[in-house]
């Protein structure tokens, strides 16, 4: 790997240090798959796998102000299955990734009511609801970790699907490092209150 290789890769680590993001973690055995198949192409990286509803942002006002936001936007909003499809590689970031093949409506639909107020930002990539595999790597790198990444997929007997239940707002504490700031769960009713009918 050339130096100017090993910059790119260092550029895109410290890109979005000090952001937040918007994901749900995806549960076992799914997510033991895709961490351990993360570490197989990139062993540097410290991987939860997860799907992203809104990609990495610096804050456009208080922490406290985005947090009762996301709070407030998803009351209402349902759990949804999500349902993977093949690997696939971003032409521009190189990023090799697991398309959605279902969920990507009600993914669209999380991003849009979200992406307002405290938490808006214009993304320098349009949003493209998926799952990452191997990121900040080098263009020649992509197309021989995909084949990697396919061969494990096309071998993994596990569930494909998974539900998005529960939302974690997180923030990039340090390089490849992620840490959870609040937790938000989708169709959560409080119980109404049964009142005795007189005989």
Request: hydrophobic share 40%; aromatic share 8%; with cysteine.
């Amino acid at each position: 790997m050339g130096s100017a290789c090993g910059e790119e890769r260092v550029r895109g680590e410290l890109l979005t240090l000090g952001q937040f993001a918007l994901v749900s973690y995806i549960p076992d055995p799914l997510a033991r798959f895709l961490d351990d198949l993360r570490i197989e192409l990139r062993p540097d990286c410290k991987p939860r796998a997860h799907v992203t509803i809104l990609p990495p942002r610096p804050l456009a006002g208080e922490l406290k102000e985005a947090v009762r936001q996301i709070a407030t936007d998803t009351k209402g909003m349902s759990p949804f299955r999500v349902r993977l499809g093949k690997i696939e590689v971003f032409d521009k970031s190189h990023v090799v990734y697991l398309g959605i093949a279902e969920g990507v409506t009600e993914l669209r639909e999380f991003y849009y009511a979200l992406n307002r107020g405290a938490l808006e930002y214009k993304e320098p990539f349009a949003y493209h609801p998926h799952i990452t595999i191997a990121q900040n790597i080098c263009a020649d790198e992509a197309a021989p970790l995909a084949a990697t990444a396919s061969e494990r997929w096309e071998g993994y007997r596990g569930p494909r699907d998974f539900t998005v239940s529960s939302l974690s707002f997180v923030q990039h504490v340090a390089p490849s490092i992620w840490t959870d700031v609040a937790a938000v769960s989708l169709g959560v009713e409080v119980p109404g209150v049964e009142v005795p009918v007189a005989p």
